[in-house]
């Protein structure tokens, strides 16, 4: 089984499987970030080359059913493996968690893409002295460089490309603990919360401390998934559907 991972849930998915006889694992990361968690068991790491590599990939190691584990937002790598396995005839499963809901006092923005966040700030700030916590990870920052505003961005590794004029760069790595967010909300004093619609536990707490000091919050809402995919939202429905009870 292959296993596209770089989530919480690739190392969960690799975890169950170790050790266990008969399915040979190997999980899957981009390379996209300096120093990856690494899954238990085997790994590769890098890009296929695009949906016909995967499918190549497939092909040349036999795979016989894959796992995508990738991040909600990682859509590129979701449509190519679609792809991939729909021309190669490999079962495919999305293990795709659920998304956030907002709670009782939550004030979210729901916007289609980072762009439309960005757009969406200027009615949320007081003007030019406008502080935005921006936890959109280090894609889609240049949307945001045209926004007068102090912005503090927290992402894993140091972005590239164009940034806010006014910017902190806070590099961190989930999962973040209630305690600590509240700390960073209390330090920064945000008018607004950017994120994206993540789920999961590992990066929720900001919703927290969000909702506890009334910060509104902009929620980038996730890329759409390929038609017809199977879709499971937990670790064992989504073995259970690949490899049977
Ligand atoms: P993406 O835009 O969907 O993918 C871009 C390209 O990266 C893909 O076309 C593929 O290259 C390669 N790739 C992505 N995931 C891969 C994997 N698991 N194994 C091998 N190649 C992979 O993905 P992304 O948003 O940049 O995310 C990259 C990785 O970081 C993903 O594995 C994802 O699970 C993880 N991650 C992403 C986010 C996020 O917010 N996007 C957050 C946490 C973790 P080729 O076309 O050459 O095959």
Redesign the pocket.
Known sequence: MLV????TE?RAVAAALAGRDGVRVVS??????RSPALPEGEV????????A??AAHLRAERVGAVLD????????????AATACAATGVPLVVLRRPGWTPGPGDRWYRVGSAAAAAAALPALLPGADGRVLLT??R?GLVHFAEVDAAFWVRAVDPPEGPLPARCELLLDRGPFALDDERALFAAVDPHVLVT?D?GGAATAPKLTAARERGVPVVVVDRPPLPVGVAVESTVEAALARLLGP
Do not use: E, Q
């Open positions: 596209l991972g770089g989530t690739g899957s990361l981009a390379g996209a970030v590769r790491i890098g890009g296929f080359g695009g949906a590599g995967l584990a990738t991040h909600p937002f990682a859509a590129t790598m979701t449509a190519n959109t990870g894609g994206k993540s």
